[in-house]
């Protein structure tokens, strides 16, 4: 037998919300995302006492989650992720809000929604995604179980 | 997306380099929304300052205040000239009171650069209003008046009791929106996304500023970002109760804009507030709902011995600090206690001239402006329980400073603050 780990590709289409290609580890959570009180921008990490994530790192990850919620200082907090080069490097989401459009606008990684799968229930935190968003395709890679 | 003849003009750079990064941030924003088109707004409740120290070496850094404009508020990387605002504009709350800096913890450094952006901010236009309710003081949307505005609790304030068009908007937005007099045509600023989605049935009266805080917070745990309309409101609710209702929906859900049957403008009837709409839930609030929603925002407190009495979130009105001087006069704040009262800069003037503010000062309290305990992380040193009559602040300060929260009414709060003990449930 092939010692090669057989992996399974995937991939699905959506609406792009900001164009651009990016790829890396998947990180998936079913919670809503806080912005201003919600994450440290300098340390990449979400903050929110009750959060499942909580202490985890999203830089240079593809995010993927339901939206965000909380203070309309949501992008702000992203906005200065990227400064500090701790941005995801993509995001999927469902729900559309103006915080989540505003804060992928100014956090510059490629970002879509509208998936025709529901990306929470195919994504699993540690597969490797790569959004195409100026193609609009997303492609998921996992080693096969 | 459609653009004008004039947004086009824009984009390609006719009135100055600024304009034209703030349109292509604009049209990379609507397109991601998926809105249609622009909407003239000559209403913009925004943050232009500078006031962290990151932004104090960004500046030094790449080229002074112009280059954090360029930066923070258009997303520009490329340092313009910024111009004056040409819509309204108002500043909204800090990150700490510049007037109190030994209680804020801030370095001369940082007051003194934020003195300098605050100057800049107001020699282009922009009001120095520093609250998180502008509409208290002088900035009061009519119906149907598209804004551009941020601060969760302002923004379903204007939505619901002043039927003013806004989404929750973000600092880069708000910027863009001053300097064009455009945000994308979606979500608030259409007709259908307005009608009521759930319906809350009152069982009992809703009067205090409390009991407001309680069904607001309730409501938004329930109905999260949609539109809750509410049937069977007595006594009808004035600024403050208003104010404090839709800040405890708005942080315990994300509730932008609700109903009130016979009360806020576009619901003079039920019909009207559901238009096409159908109720998809329907829910009772009665005095069960009240209990378990009290207890739920006290689950935070266990200690009784009150370190900090914090009151004024969303900012107090002139009525509410006339209604704590009659509570606190002839009174003194505890010698293990602290009061603090944040308000907006214009209120406090009015309460230094009405005598307020001297009587809160000779009870040993303080009348702080522009921010707040949650905004600044700045509480009376060793705070460890705080007594609070905002649910919304009650919802964020232990989460933000770890400490714990007792909420209850104003009556409540300034007992605690003059006994040093949280008497109430």
């Avoid at chain 1, 025709?116 to 994504?123: F, G, S």
């Avoid at chain 2, 282009?124 to 009061?140: A, D, E, F, K, W």
């Avoid at chain 2, 859900?253 to 009207?272: F, I, R």
Wanted: proline fraction near 4%; hydrophobic fraction near 40%; aromatic fraction near 8%.
């Amino acid at each position: 037998m092939n010692e090669r780990a057989k992996v399974e590709v995937i991939t699905i289409r959506g609406r792009t919300v900001v164009p651009g290609v990016a790829e890396g580890e998947a990180l998936v959570t079913r919670e809503r995302i806080s912005g201003w009180g919600g994450v440290d921008p300098r340390q990449g990490t979400i903050v929110e006492t009750r959060h499942e994530l909580r202490g985890q790192s999203f830089a240079g990850k593809v995010l993927v989650f339901p939206g965000a919620k909380g203070s309309s200082g949501w992008s702000a907090q992203f906005h200065v992720a990227r400064l500090m080069g701790t941005a995801p490097a993509a995001w999927l989401f469902n729900e559309m809000t103006t915080k989540i459009a505003l804060g992928a606008v100014v956090s510059h990684a490629p970002a879509m929604t509208d998936l025709e799968r529901d990306p929470l229930a195919l994504i699993r935190t540690g597969d490797w995604v790569r959004v195409d968003a100026d193609a609009g395709v997303v492609t998921i890679t996992r080693k096969a179980d | 997306m459609r653009l004008s003849d004039e947004e086009k003009a824009m984009r390609d750079g006719d009135q100055g380099a600024a304009v034209a990064k703030a349109m292509d941030l604009l049209i990379r924003y609507g397109e991601a929304l998926g809105a249609e088109s622009l909407v003239e707004t000559r209403n913009v409740c925004g943050t232009v300052t500078a006031t962290t120290p990151f932004m104090r070496d960004f500046a030094l850094a790449q080229g002074g205040l112009d280059a954090v404009f360029s930066e923070f508020n258009l997303d520009s990387a490329e340092v313009v000239q910024v111009p004056k605002v040409r819509a309204f504009s108002s500043h909204l709350q800090l990150g700490f009171d510049p007037h109190h800096p030994v209680e804020m913890g801030l370095s001369e450094q940082i007051v003194e650069f934020y003195k300098k952006s605050e100057a800049s901010a107001a020699k282009m236009g922009v009001q120095i209003l520093n609250t998180c309710t502008p509409y208290q003081v002088g900035n009061v949307p009519t119906r149907g008046e598209h804004c551009a505005w941020m601060e969760s609790s302002a923004v379903v304030y204007v939505n619901s009791a002043l039927g003013a068009r806004t989404n929750a908007e973000g600092r880069e937005s708000t910027s863009a929106a001053m300097l064009t007099c455009r945000i994308p045509n979606w979500g608030y600023h259409l007709d259908a996304p307005r009608l009521g989605t759930h319906a809350v049935e009152l069982d009992i009266e809703v009067d205090t500023v409390e009991d407001w805080g309680l069904l607001g917070y309730w409501i938004g745990d329930w109905v999260q970002d949609r539109v809750p309309v509410v049937r069977g409101v007595g006594r009808v609710p004035n600024l403050p109760k208003l104010k404090h209702f839709g800040a405890a929906a708005s942080s315990s859900g994300g509730v932008e804009m609700y109903h009130l049957v016979g009360v806020t403008p576009e619901a003079n009837s039920w019909e009207q507030a559901f238009g096409a709409n159908r109720p998809i839930e329907t829910r009772r609030y009665g005095a069960r709902e009240r209990a378990a929603t009290r207890a739920r925002i006290n689950a935070m407190g266990s200690d009784r011995e009150v370190d900090y009495v914090m009151l004024g979130c969303p900012h107090y009105t002139i009525e509410q600090i006339w209604e704590a001087t009659q509570l606190i006069e002839g009174r003194k704040v505890h010698a293990n206690s602290a009061l603090w009262i944040w308000t907006p800069r214009a209120i406090k003037a009015l309460a230094d001239r009405n005598g307020y503010t001297a009587i809160i000062e000779a009870a040993g309290g303080k009348i702080m402006t522009d921010s707040c305990s949650a905004m600044s992380r700045a509480v009376p040193p060793g705070t460890k329980v705080v007594a609070l009559d905002s649910a919304k602040q009650a919802h964020y300060l232990p989460a933000i400073l770890g400490v714990q929260a007792w909420f209850g009414s104003t009556a409540q709060c300034i007992d605690a603050a003059c006994s040093g003990r949280w008497s109430g449930a």
